[in-house]
């Protein structure tokens, strides 16, 4: 069993900053990519960020200069500091995560996605 938690949505005003977190629990062998993922309503869920194990990261054009991606492995835990938060930016967000896990001596993949976070930015 493999969980991803989420932490860290809340509601901020325009030019705000919230910082969410998720963390990976279970049977994890190693995980590769990570990334969070965005879902407004009406509209389908789209990339915000992922990050590779060894740390290069990629971001959508409407939060690039404005949202950092991070991991610590260690912790098997990403991290998504946004700032210059605007409405546009009101969504749930997921975190995913591509792991290698270990279940009785058998190694599987898994993509995980956690529960999501609400993050509402008022003007």
């Known amino acids: 069993q493999v969980q991803l938690v989420e932490s860290g949505g809340g509601l901020v005003q325009a030019g705000g900053s919230l910082r969410l977190s998720c963390a990976a629990s279970?049977?994890?062998?190693?995980?590769?990519?990570m990334g969070w993922y965005r879902q407004a309503p009406g509209n389908q869920r789209e990339l915000v960020a992922t990050?590779?194990?060894?740390?290069?990261?990629n971001y959508a054009d409407s939060v690039k200069g404005r949202f950092t991606i991070s991991r610590d492995n260690a912790k098997n835990t990403v991290y998504l500091q946004m700032n210059s938060l605007n409405p546009e930016d009101t969504a749930v967000y997921y975190c995913?995560?591509?792991?290698?896990?270990?279940?009785?001596?058998?190694?599987?993949?898994?993509?995980?996605w956690g529960q999501g976070t609400q993050v509402t930015v008022s003007s």
């Open positions: 279970g049977s994890i062998f190693s995980i590769n990519a």
């Open positions: 995913n995560a591509a792991i290698t896990a270990r279940s009785l001596g058998v190694s599987y993949n898994y993509n995980g």
């Open positions: 990050i590779t194990s060894g740390g290069s990261t």
